[in-house]
T-cell receptor
Framework: DADVTQTPRNRITKTGKRIMLECSQT?????MYWYRQDPGLGLQLIYY???????NKGEISDGYSVSRQAQAKFSLSLESAIPNQTALYFC????????????FGEGSRLTVL | AQKVTQAQTEISVVEKEDVTLDCVYE???????LFWYKQPPSGELVFLIR??????QNEISGRYSWNFQKSTSSFNFTITASQVVDSAVYFC??????????FGPGTSLSVIP
C-alpha cells in the first residue's frame, strides 16, 4: 500500500458543487501539504500544515479550504467548484523541521465542467 | 520572498547527449534546502536529491550530477549520456526555514532515440 494515499484519484464534477479531496498517510510525518499542478506552472502550494492545530495558507489558497482531522489526515475542500479549478492535485508529507524531502501521493485529477 | 525559476520550459536532446537543467532560486533565509524531483509520463513525483544551504559540495549519482553555487543562487542538474527513460518533467524546489516548499515551473525533457 502507498504511504500517502489520495482519494478520489479522478473526479468529474459540475460548477458550484462542493468537492473534498482526502489525503491519508502512514509515514508518521507531522507536516502535510496540498499542491495544485497546471501545465507550465509547476506545483503551486495551496495549504500546508505542521500539526492538527497549525494550518497555513500557501500561494493560491483562495477558493480552497482544508481540514487536518488527525496527524495522518489532511483534506482539501472546494466549497463551490469552478472550471478554472480543473487541475491535478497532489498531497505530500514531510518529516522534521527543515530537513525532510516531500513524499507525494499519486495525485487526484479533478475536472470541473 | 521566495521564488524558484527554471528558465528552460522544454528541452529536446538526442540519446547519449549530455543535458543540463537550470534552477535559480531566491530567498532571504540563510538556512534552506533545495530539491530536484522527476515527474515521468506516468505522473508520479520522484525525489532525486536534497541539498542544504551549508553544503556546496557537488554531488554525482550515476549519470546524474548536481552543481550548487550559492554565489549565483543556482542549483543545476546535469544528466550525462541521456537515455529515453530520462524523458520527464523535472522540478526544482526550495524549502525555507518555515517549512514552506515552493516549486519551479518545471523543465520538460524529451530524449529522442
Amino acid at each position: 500500500d502507498a504511504d500517502v494515499t489520495q482519494t478520489p484519484r479522478n473526479r468529474i464534477t459540475k460548477t458550484g458543487k462542493r468537492i473534498m479531496l482526502e489525503c491519508s498517510q502512514t509515514k508518521g510525518h507531522d507536516r502535510m501539504y496540498w499542491y495544485r499542478q497546471d501545465p507550465g506552472l509547476g506545483l503551486q502550494l495551496i495549504y500546508y500544515s505542521f500539526d492538527v492545530k497549525d494550518i497555513n495558507k500557501g500561494e493560491i489558497s483562495d477558493g480552497y479550504s482544508v481540514s487536518r482531522q488527525a496527524q495522518a489526515k489532511f483534506s482539501l475542500s472546494l466549497e463551490s467548484a469552478i472550471p478554472n479549478q480543473t487541475a491535478l492535485y497532489f498531497c505530500a508529507t514531510s518529516a522534521g523541521k527543515n530537513t525532510g524531502e516531500l513524499f507525494f501521493g499519486e495525485g487526484s485529477r479533478l475536472t470541473v465542467l | 520572498a521566495q521564488k524558484v525559476t527554471q528558465a528552460q520550459t522544454e528541452i529536446s536532446v538526442v540519446e547519449k547527449e549530455d543535458v543540463t537543467l537550470d534552477c535559480v532560486y531566491e530567498t532571504r533565509d540563510t538556512t534552506y534546502y533545495l530539491f530536484w524531483y522527476k515527474q515521468p509520463p506516468s505522473g508520479e513525483l520522484v525525489f532525486l536529491i536534497r541539498r542544504n544551504s551549508f553544503d556546496e559540495q557537488n554531488e554525482i549519482s550515476g549519470r546524474y550530477s548536481w552543481n550548487f553555487q550559492k554565489s549565483t543562487s543556482s542549483f543545476n542538474f546535469t544528466i550525462t549520456a541521456s537515455q529515453v527513460v530520462d524523458s520527464a518533467v523535472y522540478f526544482c524546489a526550495l524549502k525555507t526555514s518555515y517549512d514552506k516548499v515552493i516549486f519551479g515551473p518545471g523543465t520538460s525533457l524529451s530524449v529522442i532515440p
